[in-house]
């Protein structure tokens, strides 16, 4: 780089102990690469961050020059938050520490850890916290979003199971958020994703968890989608609320359990596990193996819970082009299942497909208030999932956008702030979606740690005006 800014930065790097990686360094290319392929974003400088104080001086270097800024944890939210076009990337992917106390039942996980790094040292202990659902999901931006996994209903949210959190705010500033410290940080952070601050470290409560749970993967015809739906409903009405599970429409994927003759096919596949003992685990697991008479593929087992979230993994590349949205609803009606099965026939994509996430449970226990995050009473998430590898980004794009659409007009509402699309619509806010009736408060807090708006690179939240 030329000119004062050149200059300037060779004084930043003495003030950090991370590395600066600007446009002409032959690692840009890799540093600026996320999980979701579409993304395609050029940002001046990245800094890899190793500490709250390099976190805490590369905020103050990027307001002295007026620089976007961005926070790359995980780089797996799929809207490409983690990269800021033309301004300064805070890379925290080598604050990767995980140190589990597996008597106090605790774990201190840094913002550069996947659910898998996480999920490794705790269930080498029989112990694990809510995550994200798939092993490379980033810990920051999913648990801050709510963090929906596959424990959800017998435990929770993710935010649920946060004790602090550790946050750079973006005066620079190190402080600690709880429920005693900072409490109205910590309430926003639950659910209110990265418009506050930068967390440096989460404090987690670990729950006891496998290592072997009962595990749900049965793939039914796709010529019995609507009668296999309509079974789901009933099975996940009626089930404990230590089993989780998921449904989704879409093709047999190409992956190495899967038998070369199935792939491809149209299918429902029914995910999940039972969080417990897994004896128990697979009688009440045993209804939806039964949805249809004739499964495709029935894999279901004893299995290893981190096994779970590598299958998402393997079913979501990194480098495939993503667009997922999200509504929430109270009921499966009939009339919203043949939309969902009508959607997922027009998907420009055969990897595309549309879910059926099963919520409520422990989800449900705490007011729709008590933390940021407020659709605790949703009985169900519906998720559109558009993947794709070629073909016109912008069909892919318009044909999530059109789905969810469909979706509110039958009785959908909100979103989660992990699935929130990417848009062909420049006017569309889905700020009002993610948080509901908890916008105002949040917008105070965003006043208080944010006045000035520096963290936009999220579902974003604009600062009270008093």
Same mark, same amino acid.
């Given at each position: ?64 020059? *007026? /620089?976007?800024?961005?926070? %790359? #944890? !995980? ?9 800021? @076009?033309?301004? &300064? ?94 409490? *109205? /940080?910590?309430?926003?952070? %639950? #659910? !209110? ?9 989460? @404090?987690?409560? &670990? ?260």
């Amino acid at each position: 780089m030329e000119g004062d800014l050149g200059n300037d930065i060779v004084d930043f790097a003495q003030t950090i102990r991370g590395e600066i990686i600007s446009q002409d360094d032959d690692r840009y290319s890799e540093a600026r690469t996320v999980w979701n392929g579409l993304i395609d974003k050029h940002p001046q400088l990245i800094v890899q961050c190793r500490g709250a104080a390099d976190v805490g001086n590369g905020i103050q270097f990027a307001d002295e020059h *007026d /620089l976007p800024l961005s926070i %790359r #944890g !995980g780089a797996h939210h799929q809207t490409g938050s983690a990269i800021v @076009e033309d301004g &300064l990337v805070l890379d925290l992917s080598e604050m990767a520490h995980v140190r589990v106390d597996p008597t106090e039942r605790v774990a201190q996980v840094g913002p550069g850890c996947r659910a898998r790094d996480v999920l490794i040292e705790a269930q080498h202990f029989g112990l694990a916290p809510p995550t994200g659902s798939a092993g490379d999901v980033g810990i920051p931006g999913s648990t801050l979003s709510g963090g929906i996994g596959w424990m959800r209903r017998k435990h929770g949210l993710g935010i649920d199971a946060l004790r602090s959190v550790d946050v750079v705010t973006p005066s620079g500033e190190l402080v600690t958020a709880s429920a005693d410290e900072n409490a *109205d /940080l910590f309430w926003a952070v %639950r #659910g !209110g994703g990265g418009n506050f601050g930068i967390v440096t470290n989460f @404090e987690f409560e &670990l729950y006891e968890v496998g290592p072997i749970v009962a595990g749900l993967g049965v793939f039914y015809p796709g010529t019995q989608s609507k009668a296999v739906l309509q079974a789901y409903r009933a099975a996940a009405a009626a089930a404990p609320d230590e089993v989780t599970t998921l449904a989704l429409r879409s093709h047999v994927p190409d992956l190495p359990p899967m038998p070369a003759d199935l792939v491809g096919e149209e299918a429902v596949a029914v995910l999940g596990c039972y969080i417990g003992d897994p004896e128990d685990g697979m009688d009440a697991l045993q209804p939806f193996r039964d949805l249809a008479a004739e499964p495709l593929l029935d894999m279901s087992e004893p299995m290893p819970y981190l096994m779970l979230h590598q299958l998402g993994s393997m079913m979501f590349p990194e480098g495939r082009n993503y667009c997922h949205r999200s509504c929430f609803v109270d009921e499966l009606s009939d009339e919203m299942i043949d939309a969902m099965l009508e959607e997922a026939e027009t998907a420009p994509s055969p990897l595309s497909g549309v879910g059926i996430w099963q919520m409520g449970g422990a989800i449900s226990e705490p007011a729709s208030d008590a933390t940021a995050y407020p659709h605790r009473d949703a009985q169900y998430m519906v998720t559109v999932e558009s993947n794709w590898e070629e073909g016109d980004d912008t069909a892919n794009i318009t044909w999530a956008r059109d789905s969810d659409d469909r979706f509110r007009r039958l009785g959908g509402y909100g979103a989660y702030g992990g699935f929130t699309g990417v848009s062909t619509r420049e006017t569309e806010d889905v700020t009002d979606r993610v948080y509901g009736d908890n916008i105002e408060r949040l917008a105070r807090v965003k006043a208080q740690y944010d006045t000035a708006n520096a963290l936009t690179k999220n579902v974003n939240v604009t600062p009270a005006d008093d």
